[in-house]
Each structure stands twice: as structure tokens, then as C-alpha cells.
């Protein structure tokens, strides 16, 4: 993980959820003018910082730093509900969870 840099995977997480910085930010309830600085100026986020920006997100930590988990054992249909599942907002993930609850007749 030598080579891991925390602005490319921020980058890379919001191309995939195709957000803004300012959508981030408001994700994340973090300032646009000190992510939009922290962004452009390159300077490593803290972990403060990192725990906001996963919550806006919607994934852990361990997510942030391991983007390419193992998912052995796993049919590649539940890889693909996986990978979209964590590109979701908090509250795109609570609407499916409803949905399938739904689905299934589970209230």
C-alpha cells in the first residue's frame, strides 16, 4: 500500500458516484472551502477528516484504504450488487434496503 494516496481515491470515489466536491462536501458536512483546498492543494486529509468523508461516502474506513477487497466465495452476481452497493449514498442504501424488505414482505 506504498503507493496509496488518499486525494486520488477521493477523486476516483467521486468520478464513480459521479458527485461534485460541493456534493461531497455536503455528504460529508465538511466545508466546501477546505475540502475544495485540501483537493487542490494535495494536503492529506486527517483522520477526522477521513471518518467524514467515509460517513458522506457511506463506506468504512477499511473501505476507503482496501478499494479491491476479496470477494472469493462470492457469486458474481453478489460481487456486482457489492460494488454497486458501495457506491451508494447512506440514503440510497437505506432505500433499497426498503425495497427489498418489500419485495421479500418483511416490514
Not at 472469493?72 to 437505506?94: A, F, P, Y
Amino acid at each position: 500500500m506504498e503507493d496509496f494516496n488518499p486525494i486520488s481515491r477521493i477523486n476516483e470515489l467521486c468520478r464513480e458516484r459521479r458527485w461534485s466536491l460541493y456534493q461531497l462536501a455536503k455528504a460529508s458536512e465538511i466545508p466546501y472551502s477546505t475540502l475544495n483546498t485540501m483537493i487542490n492543494k494535495a494536503n492529506m486529509p486527517t483522520i477526522a477528516t477521513l471518518k467524514k468523508l467515509c460517513l458522506g461516502f457511506g463506506i468504512s474506513m477499511a473501505e476507503f484504504f482496501e478499494p479491491d477487497q476479496n470477494f472469493s466465495g462470492l457469486t458474481d452476481d453478489q460481487i456486482k450488487c457489492l460494488s454497486l452497493w458501495n457506491r451508494m449514498t447512506v440514503h440510497d442504501k437505506e432505500l433499497v434496503i426498503a425495497y427489498m424488505k418489500g419485495r421479500l414482505g418483511e416490514t
